[in-house]
């Protein structure tokens, strides 16, 4: 509308003016909600944005889900040679056993010279050079020994009482201890179905099972190693240094997650109904004084931000992504990702003194780690926002 007309509308009719007046409101407040749906449609583009640039680069998806719009990943450089072995490196093959590791040996002789056809006999079976040495491992045939114990009766002649023999331990059960762990190391570190280990232990050993039986099998090795099982706990939460994670993982059917705590010499792994903070405390306890390696997911926050490793292949991904987007977050993800690069450079020659001089892993993560790179680190990353990191504090780096 020029304003010739709106002047002409004005010095008009009053009840058009006063008509369009409030219509204007109704416009702006129109105006309004179109804006703020505006608002919110461009933050949904730009988080389906950011989902369709995800990759296992920059976020937690496996390669396997990878799509076809992600870069290729990085491969090393080509040395330029050609593929397979080159002309005298030094070959790998399966080394032979030593002759007294060898259960049987069968010595092979040639019947006639590949030359002349002359018949060797017997008596010059004499070796021209040392004979060539071929070994076949194989399985011997496997079936079930069945020992049976007989507990016989016997009549007392002075008091005229029957007494049956005392039953050994072996035969408390219909199984003996191997086949039991064989069938349980089936049905539970392989995760082979109760039916499916009947058909293997009748087809492999030649022993009827029962699913029932498979089932309280299991049961049963699991009491008996609820005692070692609680002792390695113990142990988890007396380590200096643990690394914790947890993951998604189906039982019967159900969805239930499969945690994981694990030191250098002990893992303990529980099947819980969530990935709550109860469960990290259940791994850990609640005042858990050594350091821990996790990702950044919510039921670790109980834990003191200073003795808190975070995972460097998560802070990797996330720097990635940063660095792929736009302004000032593409300037700290790349920021990031140079800091990281040098970061391993030193964790390397950290690394490198592990063990010597007798020094264990903590003694050397402690001044080492803490001094030369956690320092380092924080004067450089300490004045960023750590809300960047996604939740939590910038936390010491010590080199698991």
């Known amino acids: ?57 920059n976020s937690s998806l496996p390669p396997s889900q990878d799509p076809p719009s992600a870069p290729p990943r990085p491969r ?16 790998r093959h399966r080394r032979l056993l030593a002759p007294e590791q060898v259960d049987e040996i069968v010595e092979h002789w040639p019947d006639r010279c590949r030359s002349c056809a002359y018949a060797f006999a017997e008596r010059e079976r004499v070796d021209a050079a040392e004979p060539s040495r071929r070994q076949v491992a194989e399985l011997p045939p496997i079936a079930v020994s069945v020992t049976e114990h007989r507990l016989h009766r016997l009549c007392c002649p002075a008091c005229a009482t029957v007494t ?3 039953p050994p ?35 492999l050993f030649g022993v009827e099972l029962s699913t029932g039986t498979v089932d309280a099998i299991v049961q049963r090795t699991g009491e008996a190693l609820a005692a070692p099982h609680t002792r390695l706990e113990q142990e988890i939460k007396r380590s200096p240094v643990v690394n ?34 109860a469960e990290a405390q259940t791994m850990l306890g609640e005042q858990y004084g050594g350091i821990v390696c996790s990702d950044r997911w919510s039921a670790y926050d109980y834990l003191d931000p200073t003795r808190r490793q975070l995972c460097w292949a998560h802070l990797l991904r996330d720097f990635t992504a940063h660095s792929e987007g736009m302004g000032e977050q593409e300037d700290f993800g790349s920021a990031g990702l140079v800091i990281a690069q ?27 780690a803490t001094a030369r790179v956690s ?24 080199m698991r």
């Open 164 to 166: 049956t023999a005392a």
């Open 375 to 398: 320092g380092w680190i924080a004067t450089r990353v300490g004045r960023w926002n750590p809300e960047s990191f996604g939740a939590g504090a910038v936390t010491p780096f010590c």
């Open 1 to 57: 509308m020029e304003r010739a007309e709106a002047e002409a509308i004005f010095d008009g009719d009053r009840e058009t003016a006063i008509a369009l007046l409030l219509r204007l409101d109704e416009l702006v407040d129109a105006n309004q909600r179109l804006a703020e749906a505006n608002e919110r449609l461009e933050a949904r583009v730009a988080e389906l944005e950011r989902r369709l640039k995800q990759s296992s680069r």
């Open 244 to 277: 914790i994670d947890e993951t998604g993982w189906k039982t019967g059917g159900n969805r239930r997650m499969l945690w994981g705590a694990l030191t250098r010499r002990t893992a303990v792994f529980r099947i819980a109904a969530g990935r709550h903070a």
């Open 76 to 91: 090393a450089k080509g040395s330029g040679k050609k593929r397979g072995g080159q002309h005298g490196h030094e070959g």
């Open 169 to 203: 331990a072996a035969s408390r059960w219909a199984f003996g201890p191997r086949l039991q762990a064989t069938v349980v190391t089936l049905a539970v570190r392989n995760r082979v179905s109760r039916r499916d280990a009947t058909e293997l232990a009748r087809e």
């Open 342 to 368: 040098d970061l391993f450079i030193r964790g390397e020659h950290s690394r490198g003194l592990w063990g010597q001089n007798g020094a264990s892993h903590v003694e050397i993560v402690s001044p080492l």
